[in-house]
């Protein structure tokens, strides 16, 4: 089996799931209209897997296959079509009326193709160079490729008008994600599947994989601006797969056409698929620790800003165990850019690098006055003339749930600039009060 009919069965596979899951996700208010795009999904799917079976038949198949496989090639994309303009026209009433009529004009034409084969294909090829068949050139299936970009443009114009007149801002960025996906897509499908065949068969998958490829991405947009919710954890894992998948799919396609460009050879040895699979397999394994250790890079040496989704996603880890507070202190240090911070918790100095701080200094420092407002405390002359010797530059209460003091914390100058701004007693703030719950001065310290 070829490369690109593997990628045509898995892409119409995992349309057919995007959709699925679309479906089963959507709320109420949107049901009805992810039916359509549920039904745009199985059409894509029988479309695709006809056009695979087709690219597979042998001149020892041909015979028994040949006419169910063009007739799901045909009837596919025209219930794409339809399902397409559904799913963009339905809400509107003069889309009811345009579905209606182009679900009346496909029967008919469809059911006249079915009958005599001939109005659309006059013969066919099978053979090692490449399966085709021999359309006819003629008013017929002319039509039925007007239909197709008539069904797309009335589609995509309900698409943009839904778009526009979208209220919330996730739903309208939402909608033009939906609208670029299809209008690819379409223009693709009408070109590749549609005008091309007549003339060259060869690249009839572009078509479904296409359609696939876009079915991912409006799936996507609909996770990310959430116009559907995924709550339960069967939905969230095949959407996780769908996606997964879908960048598989990705992949594999640009891998197909660099190699048949650079190499000229239609289809690579299945060593070299093999390889390239289990390639993209590892990559897909190390993705979280390639993150993990990119954000990690990116928030230690961006010393003019604080990366403050990562700190407070190690935070919220670090939430789940027990607290090694020198090591607390040493993350805090590095990722907020601040040459020292120290917690003093019970007596006991924990900081992120040794500092001489006598038993009397650290009570002087523990007695500071408390603030009216926010955590930040005022030191007296003699904490003061201990902080210049020590290049400290700041105290702030640790307090726990109840609002009761526990501890303080206590930080040097931040590196690359000379004094606070006040950018960075806000970002300190915030850090101190998770910090503060994050470290339970009853339950998870350990020196």
């Known amino acids: 089996m070829s490369l690109v009919s593997i990628l045509t069965y898995v892409t119409a596979i995992l349309a057919f799931l995007a959709g699925l899951c ?3 996700g959507s709320p109420k208010s949107d049901h009805s209209r992810m039916v359509w795009f549920f039904g745009a ?6 479309w695709g897997i006809s056009i695979a079976l087709f690219m597979a038949l042998t001149p020892e198949t041909e015979a028994k296959w040949l006419v169910p496989v063009a007739a799901g090639v045909y009837l596919g994309g025209a219930m794409l079509g339809v399902t397409v303009l559904g799913f963009g026209a339905w809400k509107y009433a ?8 182009s679900v009346v004009f496909y029967a008919i034409l469809m059911t006249l193709a079915l009958q005599d084969h001939s109005i659309f294909f006059s013969g066919h090829v099978i053979g090692v160079e490449g399966n085709s068949l021999q359309i006819v050139n003629s008013w017929p299936y002319w039509l039925y490729v007007a239909f197709l970009m008539i069904d797309n443009v009335v589609a995509w114009a309900a698409l943009l008008i839904h778009a526009k ?10 909608g033009y994600v939906i609208l670029a996906g299809f209008g690819i897509s379409g223009t693709i499908s009408c070109f590749f599947d549609a005008i091309l065949p007549i003339f060259n068969y060869s690249l009839i998958w572009v078509g479904p994989v296409g359609v696939g490829l876009a079915i991912f991405s409006i799936y996507y947009a609909m996770l990310r601006y959430r116009t559907i919710p995924v709550d339960s954890r069967w939905l969230k894992v095949m959407s996780s797969v769908v996606l997964i998948c879908s960048g598989v799919m990705a992949y594999m396609m640009i891998f197909y056409i660099i190699f048949t460009a650079l190499f000229k050879i239609p289809n690579p040895s299945t060593s070299i698929l093999v390889l390239n699979f289990i390639m993209i397999v590892i990559v897909l394994l190390l993705m ?8 990690q890079v990116r928030s230690m040496i961006s010393v003019g800003q604080v990366d403050m989704a990562y700190v407070i ?3 919220n880890r670090l939430a789940s165990r027990n607290i090694d507070l020198r090591e607390l202190a040493g993350f805090l240090a590095d990722h907020l850019h601040f040459d020292y911070i120290g917690f003093i ?22 007695h500071l006055k408390q603030t009216a407002h926010g955590v930040w405390q005022e030191p007296n002359k003699t904490v003061q003339k201990t902080f210049d010797a020590l290049g400290l530059k700041a105290a702030a209460e640790l307090r726990n749930a109840k609002g009761k003091t526990f501890g303080q914390l206590i930080v040097g100058k931040p590196l690359g600039k000379t004094s606070f701004e006040r950018r960075d007693l806000i970002q300190l703030e915030m850090i101190i009060n998770l910090v503060a719950t994050v470290i339970d001065s009853e339950k998870h310290i350990r020196a």
């Open 345 to 366: 918790i019970n007596g006991r100095l924990y900081g992120s690098k040794s500092l001489s701080l006598t038993s009397a200094e650290l009570s002087q420092i523990t």
């Open 94 to 101: 003069w889309g009811k009326l345009l579905t209606v009529v």
């Open 288 to 295: 979280p620790v390639l993150n993990e250790m990119s954000a």
């Open 22 to 24: 679309a479906l089963l």
């Open 313 to 315: 996603k190690k935070l």
């Open 41 to 46: 999904t199985v059409s894509a799917a029988i």
């Open 165 to 174: 007149h979208a209220r919330q801002k996730k739903v309208r960025y939402s």
